[in-house]
């Protein structure tokens, strides 16, 4: 197995954060509006997604989500409804994405789905850092 990066932890600790200022918001909904909390949301997956693969020595393609998931496929096997739920956050928006794509817009109604999405993410991360350490 390759080295791990040695910074790896701080993207974990990273994508912590994230998610919990995005949880947080919830309680402040006049300034977490749904798209604010997508992109931490999306933040916190794509930190997290970084700290899986840099455990591993490795770095991802790019920072879309599909390229996230494409790049731990190459070393953990996501379920199926977690990969799905991941790549259905796409019809919000792509994390930088090489050209702007017209997406659907993120109300309040989306928002518990993109929270449990990226909740489930970090459960999934978590189990993957410790078969590792």
């Known amino acids: 197995m ?3 990066l040695t910074d790896w932890t ?3 600790t990273d994508g912590e954060q994230l998610l919990a200022a995005a949880t947080g918001g919830r309680k402040r909904p006049a300034v977490f509006a749904p798209p604010i909390t997508f992109n931490l949301a999306a933040m916190a997956i794509e930190n997290l997604s970084m700290a899986i693969l ?3 020595g ?3 393609d790019n920072h879309t989500i ?3 998931v494409h790049a731990l496929e190459r070393h ?3 379920p199926a409804e977690l990969r799905a739920d991941l790549l259905d ?3 919000f928006e792509d ?3 090489i050209a702007p794509i017209d997406h659907d817009p993120i109300t309040a109604a989306d928002v518990p789905r993109i929270l449990a999405t990226a909740r489930a993410f970090r459960a999934f991360a978590v189990e993957q850092f410790e078969a590792i350490t």
């Open 10 to 12: 701080s993207f974990r």
């Open 66 to 68: 599909r390229d996230l």
């Open 2 to 4: 390759p080295t791990a």
């Open 95 to 97: 994390l930088c994405p």
């Open 76 to 78: 953990v096997t996501l």
């Open 58 to 60: 490795d770095l991802a």
């Open 54 to 56: 840099a455990q591993r």
């Open 89 to 91: 956050l796409e019809r």
